[in-house]
């Protein structure tokens, strides 16, 4: 089984333009998040979809970034324009439903996308 | 609120030698905690998680945390540290309860070096 997949795996912009990071979680879990770490700092929590439906997003940090999940499948996370603080590193997390019976909570990672604004 | 704290952001043991990661936890409901380990140029992979059963929890590669509610902790031991566990680690939280995202909330991670 795939596990979560995220890409690019690098990026590198200029300051005022536009990246579009993209996750596929674990096929039929129905969570995805998204975390960041700023470097030097600790990974904090940006959003949290169910199935389509943004459950949580009181970590986004502005209104320049902005998260989709269309179908409920692969989300994106678009930054626009990107600032000099917006860059570190974007993880992807999914994890099942945790009403279902037997199932413990624990959320499968991506590798991250490195974003870097310069 | 829940946080977490990592007591180190680096420690170094010899190779063989006990390791040992400091974390403690602030929570006023029962928590669910977690270490993940980040090797070089990979993601967060689980190494155990506590969701209130045994106290006592076993990971993968003979990594073990044990939870004490009264001293707020959840430190992740192994007695023999390998080249192999040179890696940052990092304990978190999960507000089960406080909310129904169940979000994680990280302490700022800790870097293992193993020295030979």
């Known amino acids: 089984e795939a596990g979560v997949t995220q890409f690019p795996s690098h990026s590198v912009i200029e300051k005022g333009q536009t990246v579009t990071l993209r996750c596929d979680p674990i096929?039929?879990?129905?969570?995805l998040y998204w975390y960041r770490r700023v470097m030097g700092k600790e990974i904090k929590f940006l959003l949290h979809f169910v199935k389509e439906s943004k459950q949580d997003e009181s970590g986004m940090p502005n209104n320049r970034f902005l998260a989709e999940r269309t179908g409920g499948t692969y989300s994106t996370l678009k930054v626009q324009p990107a600032e000099l603080e917006d860059s570190g590193v974007y993880f992807c997390?999914?994890?099942?439903?945790?009403?279902?019976?037997?199932?413990?909570?624990?959320?499968?990672f991506g590798p991250g996308t490195r974003l870097t604004v310069t | 609120a829940q946080s977490v704290t990592q007591l180190g952001s680096h420690v170094s043991v010899s190779e063989g030698a006990l390791v040992l990661l400091r974390c403690n936890y602030s929570?006023?409901?029962?928590?669910?905690l977690f270490w993940y380990v980040q090797y070089p140029n990979q993601g967060l992979q689980l190494l155990l998680k506590y969701t209130s059963a045994a106290t006592l929890v076993k990971g993968i590669n003979g990594f073990e945390a044990e939870f004490k509610k009264s001293e707020t902790s959840f430190h992740l031991t192994k007695p023999s540290a390998h080249m192999s566990d040179a890696a940052e680690y990092f304990c978190?939280?999960?507000?089960?309860?406080?909310?129904?995202?169940?979000?994680?909330?990280f302490g700022q991670g800790t870097t293992l070096q193993v020295k030979p």
């Open positions: 096929s039929g879990h129905d969570n």
């Open positions: 997390a999914s994890s099942q439903d945790k009403r279902l019976a037997g199932v413990t909570y624990e959320q499968y």
């Open positions: 929570s006023s409901v029962p928590p669910y």
């Open positions: 978190a939280v999960s507000d089960q309860w406080s909310s129904n995202t169940g979000k994680l909330i």
